[in-house]
């Protein structure tokens, strides 16, 4: 039963890769189309919420083989296993599928990760709450009270050490808040080091176990990069097409 529950962490692999696929061409065509076509980005949004739904789907029938591994190892004897792990997942899926729109994505890593890089090529400064961006159903109003605002927190592009932009950055996996992995090692010197998040107002504690690499936030800073370069060969621009003319400023007696 260890096996076949570890097995499910296998098929996740093509469907990470089909996120990554979906999220790079919706980014492509944001950065390099000046009139997108809302057909092609609404149908790459529909795909990412697929793999969103197929996520959450082998989760419960992963979810599933691991309760009926601890069921068998505790001793319990169970005549058809594969009939209760079929209705332990279906059970998990259904209650999935009973959620509303926003309660299947808008805390959803991998769509929070998707809108936001989206986001990040085309505005500064962060993301507002995804829920916002996603229209209410009946049902939102209960459950959404509850819900802990993710998508909505405040995205800086900073390291909280150093103030410079985010070199290799790495993410608290207790608070969520992101760092140059250089300086949290330096911060951090041995991998035993607990601290305080070096964030201001924060007083999560975090080691470099906590920390995880954050190639959805690189980019994120590489599109900021880009935007402020550009933003400056603007100004330098502006600046040169100035031209003063002095012999308008002669005084006539």
């Given at each position: 039963m260890k096996t076949v529950s570890d097995a499910w962490n296998t098929p996740k692999n093509p469907l990470d890769a089909l996120a990554q696929l979906v999220r790079e061409s919706a980014v492509l065509l944001t950065e390099v189309a000046e009139d997108v076509d809302p057909t092609t980005i609404r149908m790459l949004?529909?795909?990412?919420?697929?793999?969103?739904?197929?996520?959450?789907?082998?989760?419960?029938?992963?979810n599933a083989a691991i309760g009926l591994r601890e069921r068998l190892t505790k001793g319990e004897v169970i005549a058809d296993p594969v009939t209760i792990w079929e209705k332990d997942a279906h059970r998990d899926i259904d209650k999935y599928q009973q959620k509303t729109t926003r309660q299947k994505y808008a805390n959803n890593k991998t769509y929070?990760?998707?809108?936001?890089?989206?986001?990040?090529?085309?505005?500064e400064g962060g993301m507002p709450p995804l829920k916002s961006m996603i229209p209410a159903e009946e049902?939102?109003?209960?459950?959404?009270?509850?819900?802990?605002?993710?998508?909505?927190?405040?995205?800086?592009?900073?390291?909280?050490?150093t103030k410079g932009w985010l070199e290799d950055p790495v993410t608290s996996k207790k608070c969520h808040h992101s760092y140059s992995r250089a300086s949290m090692h330096a911060y951090l010197p041995s991998a035993r080091?607990?601290?305080?998040?070096?964030?201001?107002?924060?007083?999560?504690?975090?080691?470099?176990?906590?920390?995880?690499?954050?190639?959805?936030?690189?980019?994120?800073?590489?599109?900021?990069?880009?935007?402020e370069q550009e933003q400056e060969r603007g100004k330098r621009n502006r600046k040169g097409t100035m031209i003063v003319d002095d012999s308008d400023d002669d005084i006539v007696e």
């Open positions: 949004d529909k795909t990412m919420r697929d793999v969103v739904d197929m996520q959450s789907e082998l989760d419960a029938r992963k929070r990760d998707y809108k936001e890089e989206i986001w990040s090529v085309t505005h049902g939102d109003d209960s459950d959404d009270d509850d819900d802990v605002e993710v998508g909505g927190m405040v995205v800086t592009f900073r390291d909280p050490i080091d607990v601290k305080k998040c070096p964030a201001a107002g924060c007083g999560e504690n975090v080691s470099r176990a906590d920390l995880e690499a954050d190639e959805n936030l690189a980019r994120q800073v590489r599109n900021a990069q880009r935007r």
